[in-house]
């Protein structure tokens, strides 16, 4: 008869290792751990991981890059960096093109008839301009021409100041007249009415066949109606004493007059002094200034004296001479029929005194 109860003393055993399931474990591979030699581990001693607070390591990864290790950078938590400015060793500059004062030749400088490197006159920081026998001098420097001395300028008239009256109301009616030995007499202005200090700024291009030797001459006039002009004074100028493309400003005073002066601009086109030193221009502009205008009562005793003007060996219009080397204005019929006149009158009044003393 078969016994179907349980077995209660039957034990349930795992089932066999399979042959070749788990390889043998080698004598002395694996030492038998000793008692103690690992603490059992304590609650709370390893806080417990949070869940997503370490990704999940991939099979033959490492934890990818956390790209926010470090917070952004807020605006103006960190001042921006300066740079110290960059210091640049000295560098050597080409020589100075003057451009700012209009130039000034040296008196006697001779002629250079090759092209320069450049249509404006050079200063020469070494060189220093002095005032010789009433006349500046730049040594060193060269007067350049195209290879003749035929030159062309602009002259510029301006304007001028404190003329004489020639009016019965006190005023005059002011213009120029342009003249030279090469250029005949012009009309360069408009009449300004009632006026003692016009302003004209007017500009003219002239050309002038020898601008060694001829001298610029300016008539300033005052305009009448009726009869002839009467001259208010006049200027003259030399022009070999100019820089090459430069406008030079000068005040200038008026001969034949008892005050009144008359401001220019002249500029050299395709001649004038280059080389010139730094302070050829001011000096020269200041030895402008410092040539008195001639009344027509000294030209008697300076025909005496030993006195020599700035203008030896030039050449004048027509209407002009030179006397000791200054210009003088040739009287016109004008002058001859008034000097005439005045001499008749003289004798008359010479005639009625002497008739008038022999009655008493």
């Not at 080409?94 to 000034?104: D, G, M, N, S």
């Not at 030079?248 to 395709?270: M, P, R, W, Y």
Request: hydrophobic share 25%.
């Amino acid at each position: 008869m078969q016994n179907n109860s349980p077995n209660l003393n039957k034990v349930d055993s795992p089932p066999p290792q399979q042959p070749g399931q788990y390889p043998p474990q080698q004598p002395g591979q694996y030492p038998p751990q000793q008692p103690g030699q690992y603490p059992p581990q304590q609650p709370g001693q390893y806080p417990p991981q949070q869940p997503g607070q370490y990704p999940p390591q991939q099979p033959g990864q490492y934890p990818p890059q956390q790209y926010q290790q470090y917070p952004p950078q807020q605006p103006g938590q960190y001042p921006p960096q300066q740079y110290p400015p960059q210091q640049y060793p000295p560098q050597p500059y080409p020589p100075q093109q003057y451009q700012q004062y209009p130039p000034q030749p040296a008196f006697g400088a001779p002629l250079v008839t090759s092209p320069t490197s450049s249509n404006v006159a050079l200063i020469n920081p070494s060189l220093n301009s002095q005032i010789v026998n009433g006349k500046i001098t730049s040594p060193g420097s060269t007067f350049y021409t195209t290879g003749t001395n035929k030159g062309t300028f602009k002259l510029r008239i301006i304007c001028a100041n404190k003329l004489v009256s020639a009016d019965a109301n006190g005023k005059s009616d002011p213009y120029v007249k342009v003249k030279s030995h090469c250029i005949e007499s012009f009309k360069a202005t408009q009449v300004i009415d009632k006026n003692l200090n016009p302003v004209w700024e007017s500009t003219h291009t002239l050309t002038m066949d020898d601008v060694t030797k001829d001298l610029l001459i300016l008539d300033v006039y005052d305009h009448d109606l009726i009869g002839n002009d009467d001259l208010l004074g006049f200027v003259a100028i030399d022009l070999s004493l100019l820089p090459l493309n430069v406008e030079v400003i000068t005040t200038e005073n008026l001969s034949f007059a008892k005050h009144g002066t008359i401001q220019i601009g002249i500029t050299c086109l395709d001649f004038g002094l280059t080389n010139i030193s730094p302070n050829y221009i001011p000096q020269y502009i200041s030895w402008r200034l410092s040539l008195e205008g001639r009344e027509k009562k000294e030209f008697k005793k300076l025909k005496k004296s030993k006195e020599t003007g700035a203008y030896l060996n030039k050449k004048v219009h027509s209407d002009y001479k030179l006397v000791n080397g200054f210009v003088k204005r040739k009287k016109n019929k004008r002058d001859k029929t008034k000097s005439v006149l005045g001499k008749g009158a003289k004798s008359i009044g010479s005639f009625i005194l002497d008739v008038a003393t022999s009655d008493d």
